[in-house]
């Protein structure tokens, strides 16, 4: 299992491929992505195209909060992230 905590994820142009059901490491690779993004409205269109790309909640967590917030949450909730 590999986590990744995106801070400034925007739409998810990264978060989004690595945790589709339509990826081809799906199924070998559990890859579970942390997505930030402070903006609304991205935060709003990374749901969105979480959902059209059928990323699972269990695989893609998202947040709405400040970069520096989101990275302490994910200390304060003991996620060891593999990669920011």
Not at 3 to 32: E, R
Request: proline share 4%.
């Amino acid at each position: 299992e590999c986590i990744v905590a995106d801070a400034m994820a925007g739409v998810g142009p990264f978060v989004v491929p690595l945790t589709s059901v339509n990826a081809s490491h799906f199924y070998n690779t559990k890859i579970v992505c942390h997505a930030n993004d402070l903006n609304p409205v991205s935060y709003q269109y990374l749901q969105k195209n979480a959902k059209w790309n059928k990323c699972f909640s269990d695989r893609l967590m998202m947040y709405n909060l400040d970069a520096r917030q989101f990275i302490h949450k994910m200390n304060e909730e003991g996620v060891e992230v593999d990669h920011f």
